[in-house]
């Protein structure tokens, strides 16, 4: 019998972390002995850079658009450790759905056994999460992938994001899509940070994986083109990064969110917003104490 493949996707708004959480899990998986592919799902492409010392690599999209037949070889590229690198790629500027070269490439993949053929033990997904729709859906609506992780930090637009998402979550649950695994808490860098996620994943009836601090680590190693992982092994932040990844590799059991209404999102934000007005101006002294 052939062994069960965890596929998962880690969804994110732009900017907020995402594939630098990703590449540095993929990393730590690897350094477990597991044996790891992670595929980039973001048009920019840069999901697998860490990964490679700084370099980008021919996606699925653009080598379809130059010969009409490709074998699955060659969109895969070895990366770190032997982590397999793959980018979906997306269209050319202002063509075309941005989603669908996740489409084209799962097929791709699907058609051709890839990952039965190089005996995987983890799938990453780095998937873009400002918008959950079309192609970007896919590794949830097609229950490609089994679990399901946000990243996302305190900020407003962040949580915004992850809200979305954990709707698409709700509305393909019933039809064997992906359910949530849990958030994992970036950029924790104020005190309050950890206080606003943690009232959040209470609200949505979810739970924090775990909690990244932010780290001038992070943006040493992707200065030289790596991850944590490599380039900085005995690092704290290293350590968060492997304690991530020990979690991942142990979760078997996602649920289906609650999201919030966007009347409820928004008063929630308020109330926080006021509290924290009246935290700067010396109103309040300990935290929770006016939420």
Same mark, same amino acid.
């Given at each position: 019998m ?5 596929q998962?996707?880690? /969804?994110?708004?732009?900017? !907020? ?10 990393a730590? =998986?690897?350094?477990m002995?597991?044996?790891v592919?992670?595929?980039g799902?973001?048009p $920019?492409?840069? *999901?697998?850079n860490t =990964? +490679?010392?700084? $370099?980008?690599?021919?996606? @699925?999209l653009?080598? %379809? ?7 699955a070889?060659e ?10 690198? @793959? ?7 202002g063509?075309?759905?941005? &989603? ?8 791709l993949?699907?058609?051709q +056994? @890839?990952?039965?053929? %190089?005996d ?11 918008v959950?729709?079309g &192609?970007f859906?896919v ?14 930090? *305190?900020?407003f637009?962040?949580? /915004? ?9 709700q $509305?393909y ?6 359910? =949530?695994?849990?958030v994992?808490?970036?950029s924790?860098?104020?005190? /309050?940070?950890k206080? !606003? !996620?943690?009232d959040f994943?209470?609200?949505?009836q979810?739970?924090? @994986? ?6 001038i ?8 083109g ?5 380039a ?8 968060v990064?492997?304690? %991530?990844?020990? $979690? ?6 996602s ?10 999102? +928004?008063e929630?934000? *308020?109330?926080w &917003?006021? /509290? =924290?007005l009246? %935290?700067?101006?010396?109103?309040v002294? *300990?935290?929770?104490a006016?939420?």
């Open positions: 052939a062994k069960k493949i965890k998962i996707a880690i /969804y994110g708004k732009g900017g !907020i972390g995402k594939s630098t959480t990703t590449s540095n899990l993929s730590a =998986l690897s350094v002995g597991l044996k592919m992670q595929f799902c973001d $920019k492409s840069d *999901s697998t =990964l +490679r010392d700084g $370099k980008y690599i021919p996606t @699925v653009d080598t %379809l658009r130059e010969k009409s037949v490709v074998k070889h969109v895969i590229f070895e990366g770190f450790n032997g982590i397999y690198c @793959v980018e979906a790629g997306g269209p050319a500027p063509v075309g759905c941005a &989603g669908r070269g996740i489409i084209t490439a799962v097929e993949f699907k058609q +056994r @890839v990952f039965e053929d %190089l995987l033990d983890v799938v990453i997904y780095d998937v873009l999460g400002d959950v729709c &192609g859906a590794p949830i609506r097609e229950g490609i992938a089994e679990h399901v992780f946000t990243v996302s930090s *305190s900020d637009m962040a949580i /915004y994001a992850a809200n979305n998402l954990f709707k698409g979550i $509305k649950s019933n039809a064997g899509g992906a359910l =949530l695994g849990g994992i808490a970036n924790m860098g104020t005190p /309050y940070s206080d !606003i !996620i943690d994943v209470e609200q949505t979810t739970q924090v @994986v775990e909690y990244v601090p932010r780290s680590t992070v943006t040493q190693s992707e200065l030289q790596k991850t944590t992982i490599e900085a092994p005995d690092s704290a932040q290293a350590g990064y492997r304690s %991530l990844a020990a $979690k991942i590799a142990a979760h078997t059991e649920k289906t969110p609650k999201p919030l209404g966007v009347t409820e999102l +928004r929630w934000a *308020s109330k &917003g006021d /509290y =924290l009246a %935290l700067e101006q010396g109103k002294g *300990s935290l929770g006016a939420i």
